[in-house]
Nanobody, 126 residues
């Protein structure tokens, strides 16, 4: 089991930046592939970015490529998402998620991730 806690959300103006954190506790952090998803009311949860366990390979949704950067610090059991050049359409609740490496894994699928945090709100005003 792993417990995930997001932090770092808030309200910013368009063009601004935020850094989200996801702290994990439980099993050894490197066994997990980690991902960020976001959701707005009335819509499905949307893939944002993912980073694999030990190799640190990264994946991004086209809508955030070049603006968002995912990273992880395995020594601190923490994953980050740096959000730059934010736009109003980035407004959502952002969730971090964990998937156990060694199992079937598709980075952009919510069903790949059995563990989820509670979410943190990001609001971007124009």
């Amino acid at each position: 089991q792993v417990q995930l806690v997001e932090s770092g959300g808030g309200s910013v103006q368009a063009g601004g930046s935020l850094r989200l954190s996801c702290a994990a506790s439980g099993r050894t952090f490197t066994v997990y592939h980690m991902g960020w998803f976001r959701q707005v009311p009335g819509k499905d949860r949307e893939f944002v970015a993912a980073i694999t366990g030990t190799s640190g390979g990264t994946y991004y949704a086209d809508s955030v490529k070049g603006r968002f950067t995912i990273s992880r610090d395995n020594a601190k059991n923490t994953m980050y998402l740096q959000l730059n050049r934010l736009a109003p359409e980035d407004t959502a609740v952002y969730y971090c998620a964990a998937a156990i490496s060694g199992r079937s894994y598709i980075p952009g699928l919510t069903t790949s991730y059995p563990y989820w945090g509670q979410g943190t709100q990001v609001t971007v005003s124009s």
